[in-house]
C-alpha cells in the first residue's frame, strides 16, 4: 500500500483524517553512479497540483535541485503522454526522509495559502494576469516566485 503524507503545515502531519494528501515519495536506493530515483515523481506533483503550469513544475525540480546542490535528470516514461516527467533522478545518496523533508518546506513555500488562518494547498494559479487565489477563503495575491521572502519582510 501507498504510504500517505498530508499536504499541509507540520502541526496537521499525524491528522489521519485531513482531506488534502499525497503519496509519500517512492526513492530508490542508489545506483552506482550514485543518483536515485523517484519513482513516483508524476504523481506526487499531480497531487501537489504543479501540473497546472509548466513553469510552476520547473520550479519544483529547480528548488530540489537548488536545495540538494546538485543536478537531477528527468526521465518522461509515460507512454501516452510524453511531456510528463514521470521519476526524477537526483544525484546524491538520498534517502525517502532528505526527500520527503524538502518537499514539506517546498509545500508550506509554495503549495499552502499564505494566510495563517488558513494554509490549505487551494491555490489557483491564473498565468494571465499573474495573480494566484486561494479557493478555501479567498485571498488573492500576486503570484510572486520569491512569495517567502516578500511575505517577510
Ligand atoms: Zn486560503
Known sequence: MNQRVNIGPKEIMNDSFYRYYREKAK????????Q???????TITRQLELEQSTERLASFIKYLKKEFGTN?????????????TTDLVINGHLTVDDIESKIQAFTEIYILCPSEQC?????????????V?????????LYNKDKKKSKKK
Open 27 to 34: 526513492v530508490t536506493c542508489p545506483n552506482k553512479q550514485g
Open 72 to 84: 537531477v535528470k528527468e526521465l518522461k516514461n509515460d507512454k501516452k503522454n510524453k511531456n510528463v
Open 36 to 42: 536515485i530515483t523517484i519513482t513516483n515523481f508524476a
Open 133 to 141: 487565489q486561494c479557493k478555501a477563503c479567498g485571498i488573492s495575491f
Open 119 to 131: 494554509r490549505k494547498p487551494e491555490l489557483a494559479f491564473n498565468i494571465e494576469d499573474n495573480t
